[in-house]
């Protein structure tokens, strides 16, 4: 029987492939590498560094040329500007004169910048240790004449504690079919790459030296959605998966016909189903499940993996990409959603006790305009290119959306004393994830041009339960009672107002949850892409006077494990 070891599935999917373990270790090559003379020394590391960072820039243009490479040539570029920031180039000098030895000192010194960067709690800059070990070893291969592994025919899988980043990027994408890490990092630059180029991706295999059994060259089957690595399957088992990935693609072909049909009921109610996006780049695979258009364009990911704020500029070059692919459909594009799980080291928010209840999403906006002026301004001009809405997150009450409406006036005017063009009518409208919001729906109905319900936090909120956090997860329940009144009352309130009300958090995503909404008056639904063919088939099974009989059933009962239950049993 094989092996099998589990970790974290970080990205979905199924991969059967030969692993090819990056990271590799330089040990046997230090040991027999006969260093010259101290200033010898120091001209190869200088000779290395140029070398690198030269292979490096030529890597970035290349990539640069490519849309969907733009994301792994930023990650390259800070690499290129770690190896060439002086203060590393005077640290190895200082350990050249300690070591007499380059390749040594290359590592001793990236080694020391990664311990520092270890060391701090933000995770964000922890997970950048990695890159600056995988910088510092490139100098060192290039000291050693250690070559880069070889690339095959056949497909490989990626193995490593920690895999550099510059080691995914600089791989073809179709020689890459799955992602193996042992540390546990999801937000790893590697993580990143893989879900970019939806690679199947397991992390969290360090514990119990779990990743020490797999071997170079090994073959293992990944199981990206329970997180689980046979190692050296038997031919049986490698049989039930290829019939289990024969079943993947037959039922991915079932959803695909479905593609151009509309998600409306047996008996004509329409509701539209739009698709949750991180980069432009996730447009394409969108309107590929037959999305129409985007719900919720997370900006703050256009904010990420970088060591800067992006300009009025970068930003504009984004949203124009993904309004322009969305060819006429509505893009809404969510303010930059910072805080909470997600941290962005370069604005320097100092450490909180509760980052969910603190300094984030609107509340930076607000406080920050040389944040929130370039956003909107680029936002407002990407809606000449398309149909564009502003969505904000995080409202609490009426006073911060009407400080919301005066930024985008002026905003407005900075783009017209600019002579810039941009869009003067694009609707304005909020997430509704705070219970404040919800409960205060009707009021807000008025100020706003739209809702989009934010279940994910929503939920945490109403029911003051964690989202991300496992050992409370079974009170975590988008059928509670108390969330369900919630969202009806939103949705009232929207239709009672003349306005839209879409849902942008997971909830949207589950086809039984759908059939309520649908029956609560919900006019889109937004969710992960590959979510919208089964959403679609479950409206497409029923009339709207079964969904509300449903929902009257519903909204009797007590219990959220009761109404999960129950629709299961009734809907299967
Ligand atoms: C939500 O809270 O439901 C939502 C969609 O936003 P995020 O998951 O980015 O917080
Ligand atoms: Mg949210």
């Known amino acids: ?33 006969k260093p010259g003379t101290v200033a010898e020394e120091k001209e190869k590391a200088t000779a290395a560094i140029a070398a690198v960072a030269k292979h490096l820039q030529e890597s970035i243009e290349t990539m640069q040329k490519n849309d969907e490479m733009k994301e792994q040539a930023a990650i390259l570029e800070a690499h290129r500007m770690m190896i060439q920031d002086p203060m590393m180039a005077q640290s190895i000098e200082d350990k050249i004169d300690e070591l007499k030895n380059a390749p040594r000192a290359v590592l001793k010194a990236s080694e020391e910048q990664a311990k520092m960067f270890e060391a701090m709690d933000d995770e964000y800059f922890k997970a950048r240790a990695v890159d600056l070990r995988d910088v510092g070893k490139r100098v060192a291969k290039y000291i050693l004449g250690v070559k880069e592994p070889e690339i095959g025919d056949e497909k490989v899988i990626l193995c490593g504690h920690e895999i550099e980043p510059s080691v995914i990027a600089g791989m073809p994408t179709d020689k890459i079919a799955g992602v193996l890490l042992g540390s546990g990092s999801t937000t790893a630059h590697a993580v990143i790459i893989a879900k970019a180029r939806a690679i199947p991706t397991i992390v969290g295999l360090n514990k119990e030296n779990r990743i020490d059994k797999i071997a170079d060259g090994d073959r293992v089957i990944l199981d990206g959605e329970r997180g689980e690595v046979t190692i050296n399957p038997s031919q049986e088992e490698i049989g039930s998966y290829q019939e289990k990935i024969r079943k993947q693609e037959e039922l991915a072909a079932h959803y695909a016909a479905l593609k151009d049909l509309p998600a409306v009921t047996k008996d004509g109610v329409k509701v539209k189903l739009a698709a949750n996006i991180g980069t432009h780049m996730d447009v394409d695979n969108a309107l590929n499940y037959g999305a129409d258009g985007v719900g919720l364009f997370r900006s703050e990911f256009v904010f990420m993996g970088r060591e800067e704020i992006p300009t009025e500029e970068d930003q504009f070059k984004a949203y124009k990409e993904a309004v322009e692919k969305c060819a006429g459909k509505l893009c809404v594009i969510r303010t930059m959603d910072i805080g909470g799980d997600k941290p962005l080291p370069y604005l320097n928010i100092p450490k909180e006790d509760n980052p969910f209840l603190g300094y ?66 694009v609707e304005v409208g909020i997430m509704v994830e705070t219970p404040a ?4 729906a009707p009021a807000f109905a008025k100020y706003v041009d739209f809702f989009s319900i934010g279940t994910n936090d929503l939920v945490q909120y109403t029911l003051a339960c964690d989202r991300g956090n496992a050992s409370i997860s079974y009170l975590y329940n988008h059928f509670n009672p108390a969330v369900l009144r919630l969202v009806q009352r939103t949705i009232t309130a929207a239709r009672e107002n003349g306005i839209w009300a879409g849902m942008c958090g997971e909830m949207a995503s589950d086809p039984n949850a759908a059939v309520l909404l649908t029956a609560m008056g919900i006019h889109e639904l937004s969710m992960s892409a590959p979510s919208i063919p089964r959403v679609k088939e479950k409206l497409r099974s029923i009339t709207s006077i079964q969904a509300k009989e449903l929902l009257a059933d519903v909204m009797k009962m007590e219990d959220g494990d009761e109404i999960k239950e129950y629709l299961n049993k009734v809907l299967g």
Do not use: T
């Not at 590799?24 to 027999?32: E, I, K, S, T």
């Not at 919001?437 to 205060?440: E, G, I, L």
């Open 1 to 33: 029987m094989a092996v099998k070891v589990r970790g974290k599935g970080v990205i979905s999917g199924i991969a059967i492939g030969k692993i090819m373990l990056a990271g590799q270790n330089l040990d046997g090559y230090l040991v027999n590498y």
């Open 360 to 425: 984030r999403a609107v509340r930076i906006s607000l406080h920050r305009r040389d944040l929130f002026l370039p956003q909107l301004k680029a936002i407002l001009r990407a809606g000449v290119y398309g149909r564009v809405a502003i969505m904000i997150p995080m409202i609490i009450n009426i006073a911060e959306f009407k400080q919301v409406k005066e930024f985008i006036e002026e905003a407005k005017m900075e783009l017209a004393h600019e002579g810039k063009v941009y869009a003067n009518n």
């Open 437 to 440: 919001a919800a409960v205060m």
